[in-house]
């Protein structure tokens, strides 16, 4: 797995964590009527409403069960998070801090790979 999808990774558990901690009964329920509003806009055998049903099932979970499965580095919950019903929970402080601690980090040869496109690119608009 390559360090750019590893710190989306671990910047969505980290969204999610903050999440975890506001888990109440107002938020489920907000969010179950927006699945469940969503669930009617596309159809039943698409994978995004498979997604969707499996939040809404998981969401039936008592809190501190939701709270511990959202975080968790799992291939399933990897997976879901891609599609979470909780964007907006955290506020953009919040979300530029988690990105600031995940900075993202390009390995020699990708820059080098970078530069050559770049003179590539370069070289075809002074044409």
Known sequence: MSHGHRRVELISIDLHQIVAT???EELLGSTRVRLSEWLRTVPAASPI???????LELLEQP???IAQRIVEDTEQMRH?????PFAGVASEGERQAILAAHPLRISAEEME???EL???LGAREDS
């Open 80 to 84: 879901m998070r891609q599609n979470t």
């Open 63 to 65: 809190i501190p069960v």
């Open 118 to 120: 770049v003179k590539i």
């Open 49 to 55: 409403a498979e997604d969707w049903r499996s939040w």
């Open 22 to 24: 506001r888990l109440d």
């Open 113 to 115: 790979r970078n530069e």
